[in-house]
């Protein structure tokens, strides 16, 4: 960005050279600093995703939007649980989270390993929280999560452990549905599980307007 940022301000001063313009001095550093800036925002937001034919402008994957799927839990013996995820990524920042009928998790730090890395995939450490109307057993607690994300790009695959509170391990299964931010009923629509995501709807739609 640095290298693309200092032939732009020799570009703008030739140019203002050229119509006749009065290039001050003191404006050249600002310039150059100012286009780096711009230069950054632009990347970390959009250009570090895109692809020119067979190249990618960064390492890193793009993961952004919604995913749903499913959590395979050890608690009370074994459960399943449909879920949502919300992944919001540039290429300096993500966040995670996770929705399901009766708990929203956030995370509190992530990372994404590119291929290149012995444990590549999305990880990070949540904190839970139990709606309201949640059964009494279910407790905010901590978490850590590592997904697998597949050579598609289409799926997160992988297991989480609970703190010590609650002691729960399981496995988590993902499949992306939309590069939008959709509420619950309608990702899990997309997994084909209309009937459950209907009964789900007045909960997430609730849910959504409170953010």
Known sequence: ??????????????????????????????AVMGLYGLFRVVYSRWLWRKRVGPFSLSAIRWIGGTWAGRI????????DTLAMLHVRQTWSRLSVRLLTEHS?????MAALNTSESRDQGLSYEYLNEPDALAVETMQAHRGTVHLTLSDDGQRLQGSYYT??????VGEAEFKLISRQYMILHEALGGL?????????????EGRQAAD
């Open 192 to 204: 084909g599980t209309k009937e459950e995501a209907q009964g789900n709807k007045d909960v997430s």
């Open 72 to 79: 395979k839990s050890s608690h009370n013996a074994g459960s």
């Open 163 to 168: 703190d010590r509170g609650r002691r729960n």
């Open 104 to 108: 929203t998790s956030y995370s509190l």
């Open 1 to 30: 960005m640095a290298l693309a940022a200092i032939p732009s301000a020799f570009a703008l001063h030739a140019l203002a050279t050229l119509f006749g313009s009065q290039w001050l001095w003191w404006v050249d550093i600002p």
